[in-house]
């Protein structure tokens, strides 16, 4: 096995626990507002740059090493430009992802989200980055929509779907427009700039009726210790997730790392089939039998049509 495909597996897994903690903090209230959250996990993403500091840290494996300071320089034109729209896009994917969590289960709200990312990252790579479409292109697709249509007819409204079609999408783009960014520059230079102005679309935010700064003050508050410490506990595991899949569409190919993001909502139903009944009432992982036929039938489907989108 590659050793990106490695690093993509234990993302999605890391992900999967970063899903539901999200879910935890959007449902429970102690950070109620989707916009409040997508502002603190922005910023918070910048917390990975001091990872630039440990660049000494030998890493056993091969074809991976710790960015540093060192290979950071301005960015050009094309940098900026790659760097804002790749911001852009990822904040506000975050808030429709977030959004859609106030209206259903994380193990619903996933599978559609990183099936149309990974179709949309497909089609963006074709467009972008002149990657050709395999032969069982149309099979992939037609099972994808055929186990989005079994999650979403019956599990989802109007507003929901359009809520993670358009999360899902904007995802696709970011990661295309990142792996532009890795393809104009290196890793480490991509890293830093995408992670800052990522950082100052974030604080854009704070221009916004919903997110100034009293409202996120009140959020804070409202949130508590506990509520403050969860939150940046799951971001910190975020940033390792999300430096693995970096690294891992540097190393590999960008649509099939989408591709691979089928590892996370497996992981999910897992979680929902078996700690359902024992999880907190406002995750929303109460699986009663029909529920777990649902899941499965409809995972199952998705699954296969990410394995033959990408074959």
Known sequence: MAIWISLVIVAQLINAFVAIIDKYIVSSGKIGWPIVLTFYVSVLSSLSIFIFLFSWIKIPIDGVVLPTLANISWPT????????????????????????????????????????????????????????????????????????????????????????????????????????????????????????????????????????GRNVASETKKAGKGGVFLLLFNKVLAGVAGILILKAVQLGDVAIVQALSGFQFVFLLMFAIFLGHKAPKCIGEHCEIIDRIQKIVSVSIIVTGFSLLFI
């Open 77 to 212: 034109i094309p940098i900026i430009l790659l760097s804002v729209l790749s911001s852009v896009s990822f904040v506000y994917a975050l808030y429709n992802l977030f959004s859609s969590f106030l209206l259903s289960e994380a193990s619903d709200v996933v599978p559609v989200v990183s099936s149309i990312s990974a179709v949309s990252s497909l089609l963006f790579s074709f467009y972008l980055l002149n990657t050709s479409l395999s032969g069982n292109f149309l099979w992939g697709f037609l099972f994808l929509v055929i186990g989005m249509f079994l999650i979403a007819r019956f599990r989802m409204t109007r507003k929901l779907f359009i809520k993670c079609f358009l999360a899902g999408v904007l995802f696709g783009l970011h990661f295309v427009l990142i792996k532009m960014l890795f393809n104009e520059t290196g890793f480490d230079n991509a890293f830093f700039w995408s992670r800052f102005f990522i950082t100052l679309t974030a604080l854009s935010l704070l221009l916004l009726p919903n997110c100034c």
